[in-house]
């Protein structure tokens, strides 16, 4: 999507140094232009990511967090990969999987809960679990949340945080505070499918309650956190600069749809004049009808 672009480090800050270089090292591997790998990383210390890039084949995301008690993860792919998830989530620790807390209700980052429901808690925000409902998914969480929720296990905590809507009225933001590390869910989502396509931010107002204008005061909560690095719900591991980078260009959007709205264009206008190249987020046709009509209300 575009090229890595390398954070700049101050001289002093030798722990932050070593977490950014780390989290670099973890992510090179799956930058554009290489081969995409699922294969499991480590971000941080405790902590490592299965990678996913799509939500058909590899799936978003997921975090493991090891502790001395047991396995958190965040988020569980597709129900295909719950194997995979487990055998992986083996080779870094011989300790079951506890939890799972999930950034959204969607099927690439729940679509295991049913199998893991049977040997772990599973946590989401109080509307994922009601969104999961409405549309029959399977494994919605037995246990939700409201503002903020935390789960200690073998002497770490692990908090989620709600920060408002954007993909949907339901994402988590999943905070790991001691290693100054986030899983943003696809509140963030960067650079290619796995199949080649660019990604780009979904509004989910059907089936999601989602919400492009409040996504970008979302993101500035997000950007409150104390964090340098962060795991985007699909694509590589990314930078603070980088989150506030696609926040801004979340602003450009909104900006720009309400100049189209007010000078009088209808939605048979965005695709020849809104302005996205410079964005590099190729939406397909009628994939921001949806933000129109958000911003057209009064
Ligand atoms: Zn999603």
């Known amino acids: 999507m575009r090229k890595h672009r390398r954070q700049i480090v101050s001289v002093g800050v030798l722990l932050a140094a070593a977490a950014v270089v780390l989290a670099a090292d973890a992510g090179r591997q799956q930058r554009q232009g290489e081969p995409f ?30 502790t001395s008690e047991g396995a958190i993860i965040v988020d569980d792919k597709l129900p295909t990969l719950y194997k995979d998830i487990v055998d992986k989530v083996k080779s870094v620790t011989p300790l079951p999987i506890k939890y799972v807390l999930n950034t959204h209700q969607h099927g690439d980052h729940t679509g295991s809960n049913a199998e893991f429901l049977k040997t772990a808690e599973i946590l989401m925000h109080r509307n994922a679990r009601s969104n999961m409902i409405k549309q029959n998914l399977p494994g919605p969480g037995r246990i939700v949340y409201r503002d903020q929720k935390s789960v200690f296990i073998g002497d770490v905590e692990v908090q989620m945080r709600y920060m408002g809507r954007g993909h949907t009225d339901g994402d988590s933001v999943i905070y790991f505070q001691d290693l100054r590390t986030i899983h943003t869910g696809d509140l963030v989502v960067w650079g290619k499918r796995s199949q080649g396509t660019t990604l780009t931010p979904l509004m989910d ?48 959007l909104n900006q720009r749809m309400a100049d189209l709205i007010r000078s009088g264009g209808g939605k048979q206008d965005i695709a020849g004049r809104l302005k996205l190249d410079d964005l590099d987020w190729p939406f397909p046709d009628g994939g921001l009808n949806g933000l129109f009509d958000e911003l057209s209300k009064r």
């Not at 790998?37 to 493991?64: C, H, M, R, S, W």
């Not at 909560?221 to 260009?249: C, M």
């Open 37 to 66: 790998t699922t294969a499991i990383a480590k971000v941080k210390e405790g902590l490592f990511v299965i990678p996913g890039y799509d939500g058909a084949a590899t799936g978003g995301n997921v975090a493991v967090r090891v």
């Open 205 to 252: 107002y059907a089936a999601g309650n989602g919400s492009g204008k409040e996504w970008v005061a979302t993101l500035d909560n997000i950007l409150k956190l104390d964090f340098d690095v962060a795991i985007p719900g699909h694509g590589p591991l990314l930078t603070k600069a980088e989150v506030r980078a696609f926040r801004d260009k979340m602003q450009t």
